[in-house]
């Protein structure tokens, strides 16, 4: 006979808690190791409890649950944290994954995207609902797509300005192809200078043309 996969609920809403029990209890492989209202309660009863899944809210008074997931996950790596929660802003999930998180689930989630979440984090592998998973694919998409610049500190005009310097054209000579003074091109150039902490125009040329400049 399989072993129940023992899970514990935490949440500052009892009438949620009581939903969540509810399915749980109907599913025959599965059982409800206990209940926390707040993330301090969820630590301790993880630490004591030992369930093989939490299902976690994130806005709780006191600790909150990204807290309580990252302390869960410092002692007990073990146990499979899915948060279930409402919000679904970047900042929070990051937050989740960077804390331990195996899983992140909506509250509008149906039964069957629950309890799929619970037996695939159980088994060591990790669940993510569908708003979650999009989000994180535009997210690393996004990211891929941005070639990164060099020198972020830089404004753009700076940045072309020690493109320029990189391929050794003079300050008149940068001036006339920007279209702009001799004294707003000394002005970007002692910018530079002073962002990239370099003493003279041959240093930024060396970090410029090591960074692919010029």
Avoid: C, W
Avoid at 7 to 28: K, M, N, Q
Avoid at 29 to 42: I, K, L, S
Avoid at 73 to 81: A, E, L, Y
Avoid at 200 to 206: L, M, N, S, T, V
């Amino acid at each position: 006979m399989t072993e129940s996969i023992r899970v514990l609920i935490v949440d500052d809403h009892a009438p949620f808690r009581e939903g969540l029990r509810a399915l749980l209890t109907s599913v025959p492989d599965m059982e409800v190791a206990g209940e926390a209202a707040n993330g301090g309660d969820a630590i301790q009863k993880a630490a004591k409890l030992q369930p093989d899944v939490i299902l976690m809210d994130i806005q709780m008074p006191g600790t909150n649950g990204i807290e309580a997931t990252r302390q869960i996950h410092q002692t007990s790596p073990h146990i499979g944290v899915i948060v279930l929660t409402m919000f679904e802003d970047d900042d929070s999930v990051f937050s989740a994954m960077r804390a331990g998180a195996r899983g992140y689930l909506l509250k509008g989630a149906d039964q069957t995207e629950i309890l799929r979440a619970i037996h695939s984090v159980a088994s060591g592998e990790a669940l993510f609902g569908p708003n979650i998973a999009r989000r994180l694919i535009n997210f690393f998409t996004q990211l891929n797509s941005k070639p990164p610049h060099p020198f972020p500190e830089l404004t753009k005009r700076e940045r072309e300005v020690l493109d320029l310097l990189a391929r050794g054209t003079s300050n008149t000579e940068i001036a006339g192809a920007l279209v702009i003074s001799q004294k707003t091109v000394r002005n970007h150039v002692s910018n530079i200078f002073n962002k990239l902490q370099v003493a003279d125009r041959a240093q930024a040329i060396i970090r410029a043309r090591t960074a692919g400049l010029g």
